[in-house]
Every structure is written in C-alpha cells, then in structure tokens.
C-alpha cells in the first residue's frame, strides 16, 4: 500500500461484518440480493461484500459494512512527518482520536455491553466512551426553512412519495418548521408509510436532498445546509424583518428622498409615514390608503394572500395593495417606493397629477438602501436537527443500572454526543437528545427494516464516574487496542464541533 | 435513477477534499494560487458527477476478458483510457480485463483539470492509484508502506516534474483488489495512472511461486461478479521458505525489467515477506538509502524520463 508522506485521512481497512445497518433487500435468484447502494447495483451472495466493501450480504439481508469511524482532530499528526523520527506505530501515544459511534454496530439485545467500550487520556485524566449505534422507533427531524414563502397551513400533512411523512408545524421569526418522520409514521401507519418515512428521515439525516408536498400549500426540496427550494424557485434571502422592522431599520436612511415607503410583507406591510419611525422623523402623512387589515399605526395585515410574489405574498403588481389616496392629503409629485421584506423587489412611482403612481427611475440614495435591505438578509437555508431518545433499553450496553446513566447525563457528569457532534438534551425525563445533522459526518444515520432509524451515539465520562455508576468496566478497552486491531476509518474531526474528549468538571 | 446515488463531497481541514460515490474514494490536494485551486477543484467536482454512472453503463464490456486487438465498444472517456491502459498486456495475449486500470484511469481523467495556471502542484489519490500534475520545477514525494500488516514506512519516492512521470499505483493481494499473486505490494512509477495502475496489477500477478504456504481460490468465490472468473486468487500466504520468496521476487522483477525496457513504466518496487526488489529504468536514479525504521528498503529520486511514451 502506499501513502504520501501527508497520510491520507481517509483509509478504508477490509471489515469484518459487524454492523446492524439493513436495508430491505432486493430478491434475486438463489441466495443474491441486490445492492441498491449505488449504480453498480452488485448482486451480493450470502457472506459477501460488494464492490465497495462498504455493504454486504449478511444471512440474506443487504447491511451496511463500514468499518466504525475514528476522529482524528485536525491539526495533528498521528504519525511524525519527519520519516526519520517515525518509530513504526500508527497511533501516536497521546494521539487525539475519538472512537464515534458511526458504524459501531449495536450489540442487541442491549443487555450485552455496547459494541466499543474505549478507555483514553484527556488531559491526565481517564476517560472512559461508551460507544454504540442506538436504533430509535422514537425520533424524528426538525426542518427549519427560511422562508416567509407560504408552504402551508399549520398542521399540515407533509409527504413524500405520496405518503405522509410529518407535517407543518410552528412557524417562527423568519422561517417556516416541519417536523418529519416519528414513530407514528414509522411503524403507526401502512407499510409502505413506514418505510418511505424511514428512508425520508435516513436521507435527511445524512445530507441529502429530499423532496416534499404539503397538503394544500408548496412543494419543497430540503437538503440540510442548502437554501430550500420552494414550488421550484431556490430561496436565497432571508427576510430582514418583517415589514415594520423593516420600516424600523430604514426610515432615517429613506427619510428626505422619498415622501412614502410602503415595506410589502405576507406578514405585516409597513408604512413608512404611518409607522411610528416616521412619526419620529416628523414625516407629513402621504394619504396612501392600503389594503389589509390595520394593527397599529402604519402595520397592516393580511394585504394579499400567502404566495410566492412580493414579500411571501401572492402579489405581482404591488400597486394592487393600495387602495388609493386621500385627494385632500396627496400631491401630485409624491416620490413613492415600494419594496419587499427581502430587497428583491422594488419599484419607485411618482404620484401624476390624477393622483396615480406612475413608475420612475430608482434615485441613486434610494437604490443604495434597498440594496442594503438586500445586504442584510441572510442566506435562507434549511437546517435539519436530529430529535432523539435514548433513555430505554439501549442505556443497558453502558451499564447494568440505567438511571444511573440518566441521572449522570443531567448532572453534567456524563457528556452525550452523537456521531461526535455535541447533542442537547433536553430537561426533563429521560435522554432526549437534539443534534444538528451537519456536524455529525454524512452517512452517519442507517436503517432497519422494522422500520427505524440507526444512529450513532457516544457518552462520554470520567473512568472513575463510569465505574461507580455500574458501568461494563471489565468490557473497557484501550484506544490503542482499537485502533490496532479493530478495522476502521479514519476521517477527521468537524472543526466546529467541541473535542467531545475534552475532561468534563 | 435513485437521487442517492448522488456523489458526494467533504472538505478535509487542511483544504483537500474527498469525493466518494460507491466504490470509488479520492483525496484530492491542490497547491498554487488559492483562487486557481479553487475553480479546479469545482471543475473537477463536476467533472466527477457522471464518472461512475457513465463506467457503469459499459461495466458488462469491461469486465470481459480485453481482446488481443483492443477492440471494445467502449465510448466513456474513462473507459477508454482503461482499455489504452491495459492494451499493451492483452496484446501480449495475457489475460487481462480494463478494470485493470480503473482507479488509475479515474484519476487521470479528473486531474486534467488541476492543468490550469496558477496551481503548482495537484495530486488525486484514488485508494493508493495516484495522479499528479506538477509545474515545471516542482516535485513530488510519497512514502511506500509494503505490508499494511506490518506498517512502516519502506521506501521514499520522489517524483520530479521534469521525468514526465505522472502516475504511481499500488497492487498486492492484501488490497481490495484481487491477485493471481503473492506480493504484499508492488508498487509502479509511470507516465500516468492508469498505465502505473495496470502495471502493477499485472506485475502483481506475477510475483508468484509454487508454494504449499500460499492459499488460492477461485476468485468467484471470493468475490460475486469478478472479473477474474474462475482464476485462482491469493486469499493466504503462510510462512513461506526463502528460496520461494526469492524465487517469486526475481520473477516479478524480471517481468517488471521488461516492462521498463519496453518503456510501459518507470519504476517497480516490489515486496514479500519483508524483502525488496527494485527495478528502475535509470541506474543514477537511485539515492542514498533514507535512514527509516527499516533502512534496507529503497529511496528513489525520479528525475528523468525514463519511460517514454
């Protein structure tokens, strides 16, 4: 085998089938199923490997082979770059690697001690991880869209290939939520619910793009990190406020170029001489007469329908908000702009002597703040969190007395991490776990055919705590011995994630 | 066609990306202006996007024994650089099929978009099969482990721009690919990847003795859908008998000088059982021996061209 001197970080050793991570398998003839991993679409015989030495045929079902993965924190060399000084070990002693849970494999029934029970030194303190892959019946995937695009009522079905996979919940400033997947799609409905949920939810999670219907609202594409895309039009921008915020924002930087500034919002239109900033900057009132419902003064609601126009409404022609001018008040000459909540639309009129808005160049002063507005906004993504709970049975491969571990969870003792990324847990009873999918590798979530999701999971504890607590202590193995003996994959560490072996206290 | 099928890409901290889709992993570095690496990295992300479902269309034609003529119906340009790769064998009237040269022809196929000013140096190492593109002046080095068994740092290749060597490929029977040999590893130096790579699959295969020690199945057994058919594969070597390993070594060696004589490749490193041969086309390429852990392997600076095309 070679290796440039700068070692590869990615290096694949030959696996051992040891992972419980299936797919429901294609029959063929005989004893071959077919893997529908990739286009090569191996036909696999029992107690093979495919073409990738990545998925296999195990006792006729299709499972994932990888070897586990290991971290290495970036920045540091596991072997001397000086071949001279090299002494022949591929494991540095205080090397930082972290033994994660992707592709550990589990060790069900879960009374048997998880699958990598690994001992190292943090910081001269020993620490002990107790390493697994949980499968979870109870979990699911919180999407948050930015977009003030309308997707849908609340409470929305959500589905994928037809089948319902979640729905539309909370919306909140700024960007719209869907929760996806839990185990009432899983295993609570049709067959053919459960696995397109399964398979949905194992997509998302491992960085995927996925496509959605909202009953009664868009059709969306969602990829964890990407901008959604929404009745097939990418969103880029978040919206900067709604439109009185906006008003709020700008008003000091509109104020002597324009005599009224109407901010279109699906949410809440502001109205520049209306809205409380003006008031401020003693702007004379405009007499523009707007649609919608009056809040306060200069915030309307509800000037158009939810739609993918001007500002999430359904509005191309933004004049089609107002309902006129109060011939008392307006003048012709009046320089009007209408902008979005986002900077994409705008248009300047100047009200004619029959009082109508006719459109005009964008003055220079004026241009310069909407691009602004446009600066402003950031990009709109959608983030994808992985929502999980690990407080039953599996908490019996760390030790033989669970609340223990429960209880050592919430009094801080016990760090959890999924896939090496830092997981929330949420107070309360149980080990409910949140955890953004993007820093934790691609790849990291599998399956199972019953159906439920495979994911990865670490604690992380002192030795000594993890002895008191009833730990499987005699199961305890140096990092040394697993990188030496274990197959594995080493890739490296999410700079942005915290070092989980960091001494907790 | 199934969207997760999709390939995929993660940054590495130090800037090098990774790309996988199925069987296929790269470690892709590129070094020179930042904003000329940058744009070759996004050409060759796209250039990646139809590699394996284009090989995949051809699969049946190249995993079929390669005719002495060459004549495949293949049209992929990576296809195409396997079969040019593999020719010279199959016309020689072995036994060899383009998947020979698959990772090397990958790797070579995506380089070409590191041959952009600005970037210095690039390398695209596709599980041990390695294509470089080197500027004028600069120069390559890579370290050669012999036996992932046994690891240490054996031998220390540097490859210089002005030799026209661009490939450098790594086959044996403890890899992921399948051997009618017993070499640990052989390890070829050549004008490119692909040729390095079909090289030393071939030359793998005959590093070979009769042995009680070495076990060999059919390579369908071992694994579904080789090409290798029915071929016997090396699945364990025992201890073998000295004279065995020097046996087998001189034959690789010696199809290894014939190699070099007929210009296929540079340089061949091969190893068994903890010895070395070494055939090189330039006896003044050789250095002094670098002082590693086991300083009786060889160290070689590779500055002229000596295989040409």
Redesign the interface.
């Known amino acids: 085998?070679?290796?440039?001197?700068?070692t590869?970080?990615?290096t694949?050793?030959?696996a051992e089938p040891s992972v419980v991570k299936a797919r429901a398998p294609e029959k063929m003839a005989s004893n071959?199923i077919q893997c529908?991993?990739?286009?090569?679409?191996?036909?696999?015989?029992e107690g093979?490997?495919?073409?990738?030495?990545r998925w296999g045929n195990v006792e006729g079902q299709l499972r994932r082979m990888d070897p586990v993965v290991i971290m290495k924190r970036?920045?540091v060399d596991l072997v001397p770059a000086d071949?001279?000084a090299?002494?022949?070990r591929?494991l540095h002693q205080d090397a930082p690697v972290f033994v994660s849970g992707v592709a550990s494999g589990t060790t069900y029934p879960d009374y048997k001690p998880a699958p990598f029970i690994v001992a190292s030194r943090a910081e001269g303190v020993d620490m002990v991880t107790v390493v697994t892959e949980g499968i979870f019946s109870y979990c699911s995937f919180k999407v948050k869209i930015d977009t003030d695009r309308y997707l849908g009522p609340e409470q929305a079905t959500v589905r994928h290939q037809g089948e319902a996979v979640g729905h539309v919940t909370t919306i909140e400033y700024g960007s719209q939520f869907l929760s996806l997947g839990g185990v009432h799609h899983l295993t609570g409905g049709s067959k053919r619910e459960g696995r397109i949920t399964c398979e949905l939810m194992e997509?998302l999670g491992n960085?995927?793009?996925v496509d959605l219907e909202i009953e009664g609202g868009a059709r969306l594409t969602v990829q964890a990190g990407r901008p959604p895309i929404v009745n097939g039009v990418e969103e880029r921008r978040m919206r900067v406020g709604c439109g009185s915020a906006t008003i709020g924002i700008f008003a000091k930087q509109w104020f002597g170029h324009a005599d009224e500034v109407v901010v279109v919002d699906d949410h809440i239109t502001g109205v520049l001489s209306e809205h409380q900033a003006g008031k401020c900057l003693d702007m004379p009132p405009s007499g523009i007469r707007l649609r919608g419902r009056k809040s306060t003064p200069g915030r309307y609601f509800q000037v158009a329908n939810p739609g993918t126009g001007w500002g999430g409404t359904d509005i191309q022609d933004p004049l089609s908000i107002i309902e006129g001018w109060d011939p008392k008040v307006a003048r012709p000459g009046l320089r009007l702009l209408m902008v979005s909540t986002t900077g994409e639309h705008a248009q300047w009129y100047v009200l004619d002597d029959a009082l109508v808005p006719q459109p005009a160049p964008m003055p220079a002063p004026i241009e310069t703040v909407v691009e602004r507005i446009g600066e402003n906004c950031e990009p709109a993504l959608a983030t994808v969190l992985f929502l999980g709970g690990a407080g039953g049975s599996l908490r019996a491969g760390v030790t033989e007395n669970p609340i223990l571990l429960t209880r050592s969870v919430k009094d801080l003792l016990t760090r959890v991490t999924c896939g090496g990324a830092p997981a929330y847990v949420w107070p309360g009873g149980g080990i409910t776990v949140m955890v953004d999918v993007l820093r934790m590798?691609?790849?990291s979530f599998g399956s199972v055919p019953t159906p439920a999701i495979v994911a990865p999971i670490e604690f992380t504890l002192r030795r000594d705590d993890y002895e008191r607590l009833g730990g499987h202590a005699d199961r305890i193995r140096r990092i040394e011995d697993v990188w030496a003996n274990d197959p594995h994959r080493l890739?490296?560490?999410g700079?942005d994630n915290p070092w989980p072996l960091e001494p907790l206290r | 066609m199934n969207s997760a099928w999709q390939p995929v890409r993660a940054r590495l901290s130090d800037g090098r990306w990774h790309f996988q889709q199925g069987p296929i992993d790269l470690v892709i570095g590129a070094e020179g202006e930042p904003a000329a690496c940058e744009a070759a990295h996004e050409a060759c992300w796209a250039r990646f996007q139809p590699v394996l479902t284009t090989l995949v269309s051809e699969l049946a034609w190249l995993r079929a024994p390669l005719p002495s003529d060459g004549s495949l119906p293949v049209t992929g340009p990576v296809a195409q650089r396997m079969v040019d790769a593999c020719l010279p064998y199959a016309r020689q009237g072995l036994f060899i099929t383009a998947m020979a040269a698959v990772a090397g022809s990958v790797a070579d196929h995506l380089i070409a978009c590191y041959h952009q000013p600005g970037v210095r140096r690039a390398y695209i190492n596709n599980g041990g099969d390695i294509a470089l593109h080197l500027e004028p002046g600069e120069s390559w080095r890579a370290g050669v482990v012999g036996n992932v068994e046994a690891p240490a740092l054996d031998a220390d290749l540097e490859i210089r721009a002005e030799s026209g060597l661009r490939g450098i490929a790594t086959s044996g029977w403890r890899g992921r690919s399948l051997s009618l040999g017993i070499a640990d590893s052989v390890t070829v130096v050549a004008r490119d990847a692909a040729a390095a790579d079909a090289a030393a699959t071939i030359i793998a295969n005959h590093v070979d003795v009769m042995d009680g020690a070495i076990v060999r199945r059919p390579a369908s057994e071992v694994r579904d859908g080789s090409d290798l058919g029915d071929l016997p594969v090396t699945v364990a070597v025992g201890v073998l008998a000295p004279e065995s390993v020097a046996l087998a070594l001189s034959a690789g060696g010696a199809y290894a000088r014939r190699l070099v004589s007929r210009k296929l490749i540079s340089h061949a490193l091969i190893s068994l059982c903890g010895r070395w041969a070494q055939v090189s086309g330039d006896r003044t390429a050789r250095v002094p021996v670098q002082q590693t852990a086991r300083s009786h392997a060889p160290s070689l600076a590779l500055d002229r061209p000596e295989a040409a095309h």
């Open positions: 085998m070679s290796a440039s001197p700068d590869p970080s990615v694949s050793d030959t071959k529908d991993a990739c286009p090569v679409l191996c036909q696999i015989s093979r490997l495919g073409a990738c030495d970036p920045g071949p001279a090299w002494d022949g591929l997509r960085h995927h793009a590798p691609a790849g890739i490296e560490w700079s």
